[in-house]
């Protein structure tokens, strides 16, 4: 019953270590570990009068792992112990024994966080005190244990174990049944003290001797090697990677960004335009951008916003093929001969009259300096054309009284008209009108500046 007891515990702990949460380190802990055990607990007596607790139980010795860059521990145990066992059913001497037992066997541990379930296994030498019943007190056998171990810090941990102990022969309450071998089992809790430990300089959970990028920052995260992970595996580290995810055989950058030579914002191996100048706007396949679509990218394009289906020239510009100044598509007159005049649908206009506009301040009718420049301009030309008479009429915006802004437009004509006699034009060439605020030209109040002016007008007919 005992052992199947104690083989249920092997199968538990078992079962513990495979579903344990693993934490930072990739390795089992225990990679390296020489340390100490001390242990003590109850022993179960399997004689055959029958199985008794007892107690004490305890043990002492020495363990080693070797080195592991994974979470399997292997290594080898030394222990001694004594066990104050009671056989039941039985008196005077004949109802105890004291058994000293030497252990030498493997160990096994699986995890990777403080929590290290292990199974060990070996040879078992007992010493008993002899009895006038017994004929040996010496027998050498094997035994099997299942325990966990808790790191409490990296100096000290704390031992549970349970163990069955084959006695090796059938004498240990001085009775030879013949049914089968005595033996004892163990519970011991305990403490473990180590020497020494796996060193792990950078602390990413991989020992120096298999770390093969050592001084890792603190925190990254890194795989069995020790080394960084780079998930997109593209030389550059996740935790230094501006751009993760990027696709396999790609050129990156020291970020980890994909490479985009011409700097415009789509990487090259997306880039269906390659070289394109800088500060050139593009689309999502790195080509310049050409908003109305007529094949010259917006940067050469000196005609944006050309409708779709116009034919352009190479500067991107609706063709003009008679060069009237009006393109083919809105052209109702082509072949308009060079050199003629021509109204919005590139057909001839009759010659419009000359026409000079002069303004005046608010409330004023004194000529500024730019407006006389308009003026000489012309005088000069109607000292060009002798033989053509102009009309004179003068405005003036709707603030204040129309009365008074009806005399105010008759001062500005007659400044106009004096100006103009007094750069030798005969004044017989002129007919002078005003109209006050009857005729705006806008009746926006921030534009009445339009409003305050002088037309001077040629008559085409004399």
Not at 75 to 101: E, I, P, S, W
Not at 119 to 144: C, E, M, Q, V
Not at 293 to 322: E, F, H, I, W, Y
Not at 426 to 437: A, C, L, P, S, V
Request: aromatic share 12%.
């Amino acid at each position: 019953m005992f052992k199947k007891i104690i083989l249920t515990f092997f199968v538990v702990v078992l079962c513990f270590s495979l579903n344990l949460k693993a934490q930072q380190v990739k390795y089992n802990p225990l990679s390296g570990y020489f340390g100490a055990t001390l242990d003590g607990g109850i022993n179960i007596s399997v004689v055959d009068p029958g199985n008794r607790v007892n107690l004490p139980t305890i043990r002492g010795g020495l363990e080693y792992f070797f080195s592991t860059d994974n979470r399997h521990a292997f290594g080898l145990r030394f222990l001694v112990g004594y066990n104050f066992l009671q056989f039941k059913n039985m008196t005077g001497d004949a109802q105890r024994n004291f058994v000293y037992d030497g252990k030498f066997g493997a160990l096994y541990s699986y995890g990777s966080s403080d929590w290290l379930p292990y199974l060990s296994a070996g040879l078992n030498y007992t010493f008993y005190h002899s009895k006038k019943i017994a004929n040996d007190n010496k027998a050498l056998g094997f035994y099997g244990e299942a325990g966990l171990k808790y790191l409490l810090s990296d100096m000290f941990s704390l031992n549970l174990a349970g163990a069955y102990n084959f006695g090796g022969q059938d004498y240990f309450e001085g009775i030879k049944s013949g049914k089968s071998n005595d033996g004892y089992a163990t519970v011991t809790l305990g403490l473990g003290f180590t020497f020494v430990k796996g060193v792990d300089s950078d602390g990413d959970g991989v020992p120096d001797k298999y770390d093969q990028c050592p001084n890792t920052p603190s925190g990254v995260k890194v795989d069995k090697f020790g080394c960084p992970i780079d998930s997109d595996g593209d030389g550059v580290p996740d935790y230094l990677d501006k751009c993760p995810n990027t696709p396999k055989g790609v050129q990156v950058d020291k970020d980890g960004c994909p490479v985009d030579s011409d700097g415009d914002g789509v990487p090259d191996y997306l880039d269906k335009c390659p070289n394109t100048p800088t500060g050139v706007k593009v689309d999502k396949d790195g080509c310049p951008d050409d908003s109305d679509g007529d094949g010259v990218p917006d940067d050469l394009d000196k005609c944006p916003d050309t409708p779709a289906g116009v034919q352009v020239d190479a500067n991107g510009c609706p063709v003009d093929s008679d060069g009237d100044g009006v393109p083919d598509y809105l052209d109702k007159c082509p072949d308009t001969p060079a050199g003629v005049k021509v109204d919005k649908d590139g057909c001839p206009v009759k010659e419009e009259a000359y026409q000079v506009t002069v303004y005046f301040g608010f409330d004023r009718y004194d000529l500024r300096k730019e407006e006389k420049a308009k003026l000489d301009e012309a005088v000069k030309f109607m000292k060009e054309n002798p033989d053509v008479m102009f009309s004179i009429e003068g405005h003036a915006c709707p603030i204040g009284p129309a009365a008074y802004n009806m005399k105010l437009s008759e001062r500005r004509a007659n400044t106009v008209y004096k100006y103009l006699v007094s750069q030798g034009i005969d004044k017989n060439r002129f007919m002078t009108k005003w109209f006050g605020e009857e005729r705006p030209v806008t009746k926006v109040r921030k534009e009445y500046w339009k409003n305050r002016r002088v037309l001077v007008i040629e008559l085409l007919e004399k």
